[in-house]
T-cell receptor, first 113, second 111 residues
Framework: GENVEQHPSTLSVQEGDSAVIKCTYSDSASNYFPWYKQELGKGPQLIIDIRSNVGEKKDQRIAVTLNKTAKHFSLHITETQPEDSAVYFCAASKGGGSYIPTFGRGTSLIVHP | NAGVTQTPKFRILKIGQSMTLQCTQDMNHNYMYWYRQDPGMGLKLIYYSVGAGITDKGEVPNGYNVSRSTTEDFPLRLELAAPSQTSVYFC??????????FGPGTRLTVL
């Protein structure tokens, strides 16, 4: 089955710095790669996603890049703010009736004011 | 749309008791999931369903049961609760190949 590795497990940055979280996956048939943000005491919520026919996607301060050859994808947050502090999860899945996503173990991002 | 709703929000059980965690979605999603999240840890899939009448085991199904009689509801049943089932439980739903929508979670303590 699919295996998703996520690094780092903890990331501490100063407000205004950039943050990068990286994930690798094992199943070359995976074609959907979402990123979720989980704030304390809440359920995860999608912040950005990318499909295998796209190499990069941006939404304001957040971007995701995908390298299908190397089987890795990354989340980039620029100009970090204290409200970006949360746990971030990556996931990978494939369609065709087998859409059961595999999650990474999560990255705790701490943004210091 | 209310999205995904879960009840109760909190529950304390004694060892050996049983309970049902309720989950309802109003987005007409075929896929529904139950996860557990232990403190400081990631999400572990307990059970999932790809449509009404169809359920399947995830990574950690022991001690749990589910049913999916309607598209909207996906209850999770705990029989003979054990301290190892102390966790936060999240229900989620999705359409095929798209983002998951998570509920607010149920925090369960077994003493």
């Amino acid at each position: 089955g699919e295996n998703v590795e996520q690094h780092p497990s903890t990331l501490s940055v100063q407000e205004g710095d950039s943050a990068v979280i990286k994930c690798t996956y094992s199943d070359s048939a995976s074609n959907y790669f979402p990123w979720y943000k989980q704030e304390l005491g809440k359920g995860p919520q999608l912040i950005i996603d990318i499909r295998s026919n796209v190499g990069e996607k941006k939404d304001q301060r957040i971007a995701v890049t995908l390298n299908k050859t190397a089987k890795h994808f990354s989340l980039h947050i620029t100009e970090t703010q204290p409200e970006d502090s949360a746990v971030y999860f990556c996931a990978a899945s494939k369609g065709g009736g087998s859409y059961i996503p595999t999650f990474g173990r999560g990255t705790s991002l701490i943004v210091h004011p | 749309n209310a999205g995904v709703t879960q009840t109760p929000k909190f529950r304390i059980l004694k060892i050996g008791q049983s309970m049902t965690l309720q989950c309802t979605q109003d987005m007409n999603h075929n896929y529904m999931y139950w996860y557990r999240q232990d403190p400081g840890m990631g999400l572990k899939l307990i059970y999932y369903s790809v449509g009404a009448g169809i359920t399947d085991k995830g990574e950690v199904p022991n001690g749990y049961n589910v049913s999916r009689s309607t598209t909207e509801d996906f209850p999770l049943r705990l029989e003979l609760a054990a301290p190892s089932q102390t966790s936060v439980y999240f229900c989620a739903s999705s359409s095929e190949g798209n983002e998951q929508f998570f509920g607010p979670g149920t925090r369960l303590t077994v003493l």
